[in-house]
């Protein structure tokens, strides 16, 4: 869980999050200006906590490779904003080992599912722009629920791309240079 100022939601998505993945969860918290690692350590969650604020990208890079260290085969992200739902985790899991890249989440009713209404107009506008530059057809390119597999992030070089929100267009657009397969999850 890359996080950064989410003391308010962290403990909500750690309840949801099915038993049988806790061990394997840990929070790796972005230097946030509240008491996000301080609420993570309490609630039992393995957390780590960067010197310094990353940004997103960077933050996420440091999450990524510290799984791929502790021998992950498949790294499942997701924000502790609780705008997703953690039960989709074990449908991911069963997905990605038909895949060779990265499984995307969707919010389907981003605002219904937790994500503040400003934010939704922007999200919309740059997904239609990024789906036309990569071609694709995705409903939600900047989401924060996605699951990667140990083969492409070792393939791909994603410890090069942005430290800021930039780099979630990058991991996709490298996923699709590298010809890695990439399923659309609809979230349940």
């Not at 509240?34 to 957390?47: M, P, R, W």
Request: proline share 4%; net charge positive.
């Amino acid at each position: 869980m890359p996080a950064y100022n989410a003391e308010k939601t962290v403990g909500q998505v750690w309840k949801k999050i099915p038993e049988q993945y806790k061990k394997n969860t840990f929070l790796i918290d972005d230097n946030s200006k509240d008491n996000t690692f301080a609420i993570a350590k309490k609630l039992g969650i393995e957390s780590y906590q960067n010197k310094i604020n990353l940004g997103y990208g960077g933050n996420l890079k440091a999450g990524l490779r510290k799984a791929l260290d502790k021998g992950a085969d498949s790294i499942v992200e997701m924000h502790p904003d609780n705008e997703y739902d953690p039960s989709s985790i074990t449908l991911a899991i069963e997905k990605i080992t038909e895949a060779t890249g990265m499984i995307l989440g969707n919010r389907i009713n981003p605002v219904a599912s937790g994500m503040y209404f400003w934010k939704y107009i922007p999200t919309k506008l740059l997904t239609a722009f990024d789906n036309v530059i990569l071609k694709t057809r995705l409903s939600d390119l900047h989401q924060g629920f996605r699951v990667y597999t140990r083969l492409m992030l070792e393939k791909v070089p994603f410890e090069n791309n942005s430290n800021n929100y930039l780099f979630s267009f990058e991991i996709i657009t490298q996923t699709i240079f590298y010809e890695f397969l990439y399923i659309y999850l609809i979230k349940k």
